[in-house]
T-cell receptor, first 114, second 114 residues
């Protein structure tokens, strides 16, 4: 079945440091890929997405490129802020029997210190 | 403002009692989902619905029930048969149950059963 593997956290960075959170996936077809962010005590919010190979999703300084050859969708940001502290989930979505089956990674907690 | 509301935010119940979690959306989305989130395990799908009056079991449906009598509402009942009901429950919706569309999440309900 489909699966998503993302790096274990927590990841602790100083403000203005570079961020990379690795995400790799296995899927039977051609999935869409997503990064969601969850702030403490809240639901998930879409951060960015890519629906086909070589697409780059970007939002709020974050970006990720859909790499079919390496089955990866790593999340990057050049300069993190304290307000970026949250849990980040990589997810894939694939059609299965007529419905959208979404598989989530286990989440990576990011803590940015001033 | 369009969005998904879940109520209440915190819910406490005694073991052996059924409890119903509310989920309402005003986004005019066809598809709705219920997930359970436990620490370190990501999100697991409980039930989903692609259209009014139709719903399907997800990966961990045992001990749960749902209804979809209106497009905007998808309540989840946690029954006394659920062996470990204490968790954070997230409701989500998407425009269409196809793989390209992101899911929109509610703020979640934290259920504690003692």
């Amino acid at each position: 079945g489909d699966s998503v593997t993302q790096m274990e956290g927590p990841v602790t960075l100083s403000e203005e440091a570079c961020l990379t959170i690795n995400c790799t996936y296995t899927a039977t077809g051609y999935p869409s890929l997503f990064w969601y962010v969850q702030y403490p005590g809240e639901g998930l919010q879409l951060l960015l997405k890519a629906t086909k190979a070589d697409d780059k999703g970007s939002n709020k300084g974050f970006e990720a490129t859909y790499r079919k050859e390496t089955t990866s969708f790593h999340l990057e940001k050049g300069s993190v802020q304290v307000s970026d502290s949250a849990v980040y989930f990589c997810a894939l979505s694939e059609g299965s029997g007529g419905y959208q089956k979404v598989t989530f990674g286990t989440g990576t907690k990011l803590q940015v210190i001033p | 403002d369009g969005g998904i509301t879940q109520s209440p935010k915190y819910l406490f119940r005694k073991e052996g009692q059924n409890v119903t979690l509310s989920c309402e959306q005003n986004l005019n989305h066809d598809a709705m989902y219920w997930y359970r989130q436990d620490p370190g395990q990501g999100l697991r799908l409980i039930y989903y619905s692609q259209i009014v009056n139709d719903f399907q079991k997800g990966d961990i449906a045992e001990g749960y029930s749902v209804s979809r009598e209106k497009k905007e509402s998808f309540p989840l009942t946690v029954t006394s048969a659920q062996k470990n009901p204490t968790a954070f429950y997230l409701c989500a919706s998407s425009i269409s149950p196809t793989s390209n569309y992101e899911q929109y999440f509610g703020p979640g309900t934290r259920l504690t059963v003692t």
